[in-house]
C-alpha cells in the first residue's frame, strides 16, 4: 500500500521568497514520485517526476524536487516564488511498474504575496 | 503528452438522474484512468479502464454507481448513476502507459441539486 503525506494545507510566500512545499511518501516498493499543479478551473499539470537516478529533478516553471530514500521525502522548492506560482500543488506517488495508479497528497494550496 | 478532452466540462442534475462524461484522447492508449475531486479535497481514483478488459474499481466505488466504457484505445466513458448531491465533484480522466506519468484532463465538474 502506498500513502502520501503533504504537511501544510496552506503555505504563503512573499513574491521572490523561496518557496518550500513538503511531501512525505509511504511505499513498498520502489516508488515513483511525481509533483503536479493544478490552477484554478483546470486540470491537473505534470511539474516533474522521479524514476531512477539523479535524486535532484527539475520541472517546469522552475520548479526542482529532491528525492531522499532516508527521509521518504520528495520536497518541492522554487527559488524564488512569482505570483503565477499561486495554485493547488499535489503530491502522489505510483508502484512504478504496477498498476501505474496514482495515490495523491492532500494538496497544499499555495499563496503568493505582492 | 497526450491532448485530453472532456465532455461536458461542467453540468448540474438533478438527483436521481445520470449523467455520463466522455475522455477523448488524441493518441492511442493502453491505460485509462477516472478520479474524482471531491470539494476541497485529493484526487481519489475510481476505477482504471484498459481496453478488451473490465474496468477495474477501487475500494468503494462499484460498477453500478460508476459503469465505465473503454470501446478503444482513445475514448472512455464514465457514468455516474443515481445522482446524490454527495456526487458534486470534479471528474477527471487520465491517461498513462509507455511513460510513468499520467497526462490529466481538464476535468468535469457536477453540481446535483
Known amino acids: 500500500a502506498q500513502s502520501v503525506t503533504q504537511l501544510g494545507s496552506h503555505v504563503s510566500v512573499s513574491e521572490g521568497a523561496l518557496v518550500l512545499l513538503r511531501c512525505n511518501y509511504s511505499?513498498?516498493?520502489?516508488?515513483?514520485l511525481f509533483w503536479y499543479v493544478q490552477y484554478p478551473n483546470q486540470g491537473l499539470q505534470l511539474l516533474l517526476k522521479?524514476?531512477?537516478?539523479?535524486?535532484l529533478v527539475k520541472g517546469i516553471n522552475g520548479f526542482e524536487a529532491e528525492f531522499k530514500k532516508s527521509e521518504t521525502s520528495f520536497h518541492l522548492t522554487k527559488p524564488s516564488a512569482h505570483m503565477s506560482d499561486a495554485a493547488e500543488y499535489f503530491c502522489?506517488?505510483?508502484?512504478?511498474?504496477?498498476?501505474?495508479?496514482?495515490?495523491f497528497g492532500s494538496g497544499t494550496r499555495l499563496q503568493v504575496q505582492p | 503528452s497526450a491532448v485530453i478532452s472532456q465532455k461536458p466540462s461542467r453540468d448540474i442534475c438533478q438527483r436521481g438522474t445520470s449523467l455520463t462524461i466522455q475522455c477523448q484522447v488524441d493518441?492511442?492508449?493502453?491505460?485509462m484512468f477516472w478520479y474524482r475531486q471531491q470539494p476541497g479535497q485529493s484526487l481519489t481514483l475510481i476505477a482504471t479502464?484498459?481496453?478488451?478488459?473490465?474496468?477495474?474499481?477501487e475500494s468503494g466505488f462499484v460498477i453500478d454507481k460508476f459503469p465505465i466504457s473503454r470501446p478503444n484505445l482513445t475514448f472512455s466513458t464514465l457514468t455516474v448513476s443515481n445522482l446524490s448531491p454527495e456526487d458534486s465533484s470534479i471528474y477527471l480522466c487520465?491517461?498513462?502507459?509507455?511513460?510513468?506519468?499520467?497526462?490529466f484532463g481538464p476535468g468535469t465538474r457536477l453540481t446535483v441539486l
Open positions: 487520465s491517461v498513462g502507459g509507455l511513460v510513468v506519468e499520467q497526462f
Open positions: 511505499s513498498s516498493v520502489p516508488p515513483y
Open positions: 522521479y524514476t531512477t537516478g539523479a535524486t
Open positions: 502522489a506517488v505510483s508502484d512504478g511498474a504496477g498498476r501505474r495508479a496514482l495515490t
Open positions: 493518441s492511442q492508449v493502453t491505460m
Open positions: 479502464a484498459n481496453q478488451g478488459s473490465e474496468a477495474t474499481y
